[in-house]
């Protein structure tokens, strides 16, 4: 069975470098038309974008179905002067979890598997004493910290600061927050409820 090209010219597609498609080649007008060039032409470039969508749609529900370890934290802190704490967050309600992440002190996680970690620590605050306090924050595992030091005011907008780090993390690793401040007492904040929860952490798997 053969049939003629009903019209001349280059069939146009849109592609992009995700999507390889079959080598599309001119037809002529009047043309005769085989199985061959159908196949070719139709067929094999339906059955390629087929294939991607549906390559796409399998790896969505993959996603979906085992999504990426994360862990999303926020509290608030009040440190006196010349003094340190380990930072305890409100695990009963995380801003994002995906996984378990154990923790016996709401301080001190346990990573759920081996592989290397991205954490993101946002914090800020000011000075509760008469002038300006000197604070250190870190986020730390067996092998490796991440820090960033704070001047905040004594009073008006807090100041603020944020660090970010990959840490290769082993199975049954963990990881904590510390803060430390010198010469004059510290607060995350001292505004309304929402504002004094201005501490941020932010743990992910980004690879094996």
């Not at 080649?25 to 470039?45: E, H, M």
């Not at 305890?88 to 016996?104: D, E, I, K």
């Not at 970690?117 to 730390?140: E, I, L, N, P, Q």
């Not at 430390?180 to 932010?202: C, H, I, M, P, Y």
Request: net charge neutral; aromatic share 12%.
């Amino acid at each position: 069975m053969t049939l003629l090209a009903p019209f001349s010219g280059t069939p146009q597609f849109w592609s992009c470098n995700l999507i390889s498609l079959p080598s599309l080649k001119p037809w002529t007008s009047r043309q005769v038309i085989g199985p061959a060039d159908l196949n070719g032409q139709i067929y094999d470039v339906h059955n390629a974008l087929y294939t991607v969508a549906n390559d796409h749609d399998a790896s969505i529900n993959k996603l979906k179905g085992n999504p990426v370890l994360s862990l999303a934290l926020q509290n608030s802190i009040t440190l006196g002067a010349n003094s340190s704490t380990m930072v305890y967050w409100n695990t009963s309600q995380p801003l994002a979890r995906v996984g378990t992440w154990a923790t016996s002190d709401n301080g001190s996680f346990q990573v759920p598997e081996a592989g290397v970690y991205k954490f993101t620590m946002s914090w800020g605050g000011w000075s509760t004493g008469g002038s300006t306090a000197k604070c250190r924050a870190w986020v730390g595992t067996r092998d490796f910290n991440v820090s960033g030091f704070l001047y905040p005011p004594t009073g008006g907008d807090a100041s603020s600061n944020s660090f970010t780090a990959a840490m290769q993390v082993p199975a049954g690793g963990t990881f904590a927050a510390y803060v430390v401040a010198w010469w004059q007492g510290f607060q995350s904040d001292g505004g309304n409820a929402n504002e004094r929860s201005a501490w941020n952490l932010t743990v992910e798997k980004i690879s094996g």
